[in-house]
């Protein structure tokens, strides 16, 4: 993923007309300028703190040396011309400018208030007062091997043990693990589930080509005071008003917008007010896994 972002970087410096770098030159690279300006702007996308700033500015250097080699390299080969390179470039150009709009027209969004912290802690218990903590036995398989055999075992096996044991001797690969997760850790939908559980019942989350086989060995009340969650609550009530402004805009914007699908089959059925990645939400406190998430369809 570095390799792929790193590439990405050097294409989008290298197509088109070569610009002069500003700022005070740290290296030449085969007569390619690495400047200050550019160490300063990896210092702040890395939010070095201060007091590691030293260290970091020799590394970062290096990356910027690697990169301007690489950068070279490609130019040389004349992947800067690949039209999925210029095609990369153009997304990646296009996503940088529509980020930066979006930063510049609801970028002042209000912070919440404490009667709006407040008011979020008493409508969610689950996730405070209520707040539950679960200690969690898992055997993550194959979804190939969830077959009817072993379902009528998880049916009538006592704990996963038993289940282990049924896999063991009819050869079946598995790897074990355990977890504690809390009910403010997942989604609200998962966690009313799991809490409605008896202790020890067993259940399956399918999560695409394998699967998990879980028990709860144990639940215990672990809840949490407005002082402590006021924090966390205002990230969460944040970032819920910086989506609904994006759709808002967004919604703006189409509204004033002539769009036209010349391919008819590619059009909505009836037109959206924003894009899904604007649309307000309402997360929880603590973000849940996605594979925890996609296994709430999946809970058998």
Known sequence: MVLTLLVASVGLTACGDKEKKSGQALVSVNGEEVTISQLNEELQRAGVQPAQQAQARKQLLESLVDRQLLQNAAIK?????????????????????????????????????????????????????QRKQMDMRQLIIATSDVDDRLKAVMDGAKSLDEVASWLDGNKVKYTRSQLTRSSADLPQELSAKLLAM???????????????????????????????????????????????????????LRAAAKIEYLNKDMAPASAPAAAPAAAAATPAPAGAAESTERGVAGLK
Request: aromatic share 6%; proline share 5%; glycine share 4%.
């Open 77 to 129: 080969e004349k992947l800067d011309r690949d039209p999925n390179v210029v095609q990369g470039i153009e997304r990646a150009k296009a996503l940088i400018v529509a980020q930066a709009y979006m930063q510049k027209h609801i970028g002042a969004v209000a912070k919440p208030s404490a009667a709006e912290v407040q008011e979020y802690f008493t409508k969610h218990p689950i996730f405070f007062t």
């Open 198 to 252: 008896p202790k020890g019942q067993l259940f399956v989350i399918k999560e695409g080509d394998r699967s998990v086989l879980v028990t709860i060995a144990d639940t215990r009340d672990a809840p949490v005071t407005l002082e402590q969650a006021a924090s966390q609550i205002e990230q969460v009530l944040f970032a819920q008003r910086n989506k609904a402004a994006a759709a808002a805009e967004l919604a703006r």
